[in-house]
């Protein structure tokens, strides 16, 4: 299963990437953790990140698509993969695209995650209470949505365009929203 998730900070992504993952075997590969753990083991790419980071700017495309592909080189990506995080931008969307055509194995699906602001607010004050993530302090969060408003809700269409898009419900308890997804992608699959 080839898929990415798309969705605002706070939609629950990565708590679905992880369950997801787990269900069809494939690897999760969530952009943001592989940065941080850049930034705690001080490596180039971690020094190149972090002001981005910290401000709730999205790090430069050329340094996301080259960690990315890398990553997709593995052999556990043979198996698929959920990708939690990116792409973020059209650019980075066509790059993934491009890869994966030459490669040969298109993309299933784009799950996109939806969910009032209200709770995503809701949500983002709770995880940084629990988890001291800098990006969730609370002047950042509204400059993170705006970023995501800008930048990555335009990929909402270029994957409807391309028949890809699925739209999940992602308020509710972890595990019925775990099955919404399950459902609508097993669906897909046997549609196709
Ligand atoms: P996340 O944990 O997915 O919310 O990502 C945390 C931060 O990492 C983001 O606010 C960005 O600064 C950076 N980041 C993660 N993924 C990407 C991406 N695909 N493109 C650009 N920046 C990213």
Known sequence: MRIVLLGPPGAGKGTQAARVACRFGAPHIATGDIFRANVA???????????????GDLVPDELVIAMVMERLAEDDCEAGFVLDGFPRTVNQAEALDRQLARQGTPLEAALSFDVTEEELLRRLAGRAAAQHRADDAEQTIRHRLEVFAIKTRPLIDYYAHRGLLVNVDAIGPIEVVTKRILDDLEGNRRQG
């Not at 083991?41 to 002001?51: K, M």
């Open 41 to 55: 083991e001080g490596t180039e790419l971690g020094r190149a990140a972090q002001e981005y980071m910290d401000l």
